[in-house]
């Protein structure tokens, strides 16, 4: 079965950035979709970017459009979320989610497998 663990999340201040790491695991159908989410304290989790195969298309949301890039890397089985000009409204837990299939929206119940999360704090 799929499995996603993330990593790399940390304090950082405005402005800086932050690249974290999703190590997929178990992916044995031709088709796949890896999304980040964050989840702020007393919000909703929301989608941030997705990414189908190793190398299909990509989504990101408006708030994160020109900041963020999603990426892979398929020799080490892992995505990468670059989050560069980072604001204090970025500051979450970031989740890193599978899914069998292309996913072309942030519908939180397209993803079945789920990591543990990472926090990610903006702060002077």
């Known amino acids: 079965q799929l499995q996603v663990v993330e990593s790399g999340g940390g304090l950082v201040q405005p402005g800086g950035s932050l690249r974290l790491s999703c190590a997929a695991s178990?992916?044995?159908?031709?088709?796949?979709?890896i999304g980040w989410f964050r989840q702020a304290p007393g919000k909703e989790r929301e989608g941030v970017s997705i990414i189908n195969n190793w190398g299909g298309s990509t989504m990101y949301a408006d708030s994160v459009k020109g900041r963020f890039t999603i990426s892979t890397d398929r020799a080490k089985n892992t995505v990468y979320l670059q989050m560069n000009n980072l604001k204090t409204e970025d500051t979450a837990v970031y989740f890193c989610?599978?899914?069998?299939?292309?996913?072309?929206?942030?519908?939180?119940?397209?993803?079945?497998?789920w990591g543990q999360g990472t926090q990610v704090t903006v702060s002077s």
């Open positions: 989610a599978a899914t069998n299939g292309n996913v072309y929206d942030f519908r939180i119940p397209n993803f079945d497998y």
């Open positions: 178990g992916f044995n159908l031709d088709t796949w979709a």
